[in-house]
């Protein structure tokens, strides 16, 4: 048994000093004292105490891509940043098309990460979009279906995994980009691509897809999530789309909501991703859907590559930066430090939300539930610093900056996964 004494709690927006008691794997009991001998007990001293955070958007990059990141590296990073519930991507080699292909990803899952890990199934085979994956048989080992970092080109194709999902209850989980919209861009097609003469990737390639997809996912009945939004046009198809009560549900990034292309100083390999940071009011519109409840939940997209493939002219390189070791610091110091979104609401976008549209039994601070837990400093400052990440990625535009929230304590099942012992 393990004893948490003197956390702060989350309920009805106020903070609760109580102790938590686990046994195995789960919470039995919260109580504002708990006595109990022979236990292991941690004194929090006060820290704050949330549900472990859920992230529906990781690149674990194995099997396949182990330059780039490792189960075992990117499991600890997350478990760093407070998660303990990850859905790592499918594009990896093999893609998981087939539950052989699955297979392999799930045994290092099983011998290499310290958190859980629901990988998705593949909607198309090698992710190339001309045949389909094989659903059935990957149904009952995947959390969902994506073909993240490609869109599905052919109408007819998403269509018809949207069917079959549909029947299987599972949702179909969207990368939306049409490549014919592309442009061989390395970032926004705005102002500041102009300025520094970079090829623009313009909003309509994101938010045209979004558009075909709902009409589809209206017809099919499906479950319907948009990948990292980041356009004012897909805020407003998905707000219309919930109106009208089709079952469509979205993600944004702390990255798309904290900078836009303003902050792009120089065309550097650290600032390409995809999307590509928007314009100010593609920004304003995220932040306004976190507050109206048109965007559902936050996920990082953690996606690392190796230092040569970022330290590269911004067009050479390849997209994508890691967020699972900084993501909460960020959106408390830029959004809950500065009033503009509660604690609880970043709380729960990265918790409680996620377990309710995805119909998990994890996000739960109760008695009965998974002892999933973070313990979070929110006094305590760091700067951030690649070179003390735990993942293998250190492609971050953020580095030197400061933030406060920091996760001390995490434990997935009751488990600790990872502990900052300087401050515990």
Request: hydrophobic share 40%.
């Amino acid at each position: 048994m393990l004893l948490l004494k003197n956390g702060k709690l989350l309920e009805g927006g106020k903070l609760i000093t109580k102790d938590i008691l686990i046994d195995n794997k789960n919470i039995i009991a919260i109580e504002e004292h708990i006595e109990k001998e022979n236990v292991e007990i941690i004194d929090l001293k006060g820290k704050f105490v949330f549900p472990g955070f859920i992230d529906v958007h990781v690149h674990w990059r194995e099997p396949g891509f182990s330059h780039k990141e490792t189960i075992y590296n990117a499991s600890r990073a997350a478990a760093r940043g407070g998660f303990t519930t990850v859905m790592p991507m499918p594009n990896l080699n093999p893609v998981p098309d087939t539950y052989d292909n699955l297979k392999i990803q799930l045994d290092l899952i099983e011998r290499d990460s310290v958190i859980r890990a629901l990988p998705y199934g593949s909607i198309t085979k090698g992710e190339l979009g001309e045949d389909y994956a094989e659903f059935d048989e990957l149904a009952n080992h995947v959390f969902a279906f994506s073909d993240d970092g490609r869109g599905v080109q052919n109408a007819n194709m998403m269509y018809q995994s949207m069917k079959i999902a549909a029947k299987l209850n599972k949702a179909i989980v969207a990368h939306c980009e049409d490549n014919s919209l592309i442009l061989g861009g390395c970032m926004h097609c705005g102002k500041r691509s102009k300025e520094l003469n970079q090829k623009g990737i313009p909003s309509v390639c994101e938010s045209v897809q979004i558009a075909r997809d709902v009409l589809l996912a209206e017809d099919t009945g499906c479950h319907y999530h948009v990948c990292h939004v980041s356009t004012k046009e897909s805020i407003r198809i998905i707000r219309e789309a919930k109106k009208a009560g089709i079952n469509v549900t979205c993600e944004v990034c702390p990255h798309h909501l904290i900078s836009d292309e303003n902050d792009i100083v120089e065309a550097t390999g650290m600032w390409k991703m995809n999307p590509p940071l928007r314009s100010t009011e593609d920004r304003q519109a995220l932040i306004a859907g976190v507050l109206d409840g048109t965007i559902d939940i936050i996920a990082t997209d953690h996606a690392p590559h190796a230092t040569y493939e970022k330290e590269l002219p911004m067009a050479e390189s390849a997209f994508g930066i890691v967020g699972s070791e900084t993501a909460f610091a960020q959106l408390y110091t830029y959004f809950v430090k500065t009033g503009i979104f509660t604690l609880e609401q970043v709380i729960n976008m990265m918790s409680r939300k996620v377990s309710e549209i995805f119909d998990l039994p994890y996000g739960k601070l109760e008695v009965g539930s998974f002892a999933d837990i973070v313990v979070i400093d929110l006094d305590k400052k760091e700067t951030i610093d690649p070179n003390k990440f735990l993942s293998k990625g250190r492609n971050t535009p953020y580095a030197g900056e400061e933030v406060y929230g920091i996760p001390v304590l995490t434990l997935c099942e009751g488990n600790i996964v990872y502990q900052d012992n300087d401050s515990l």
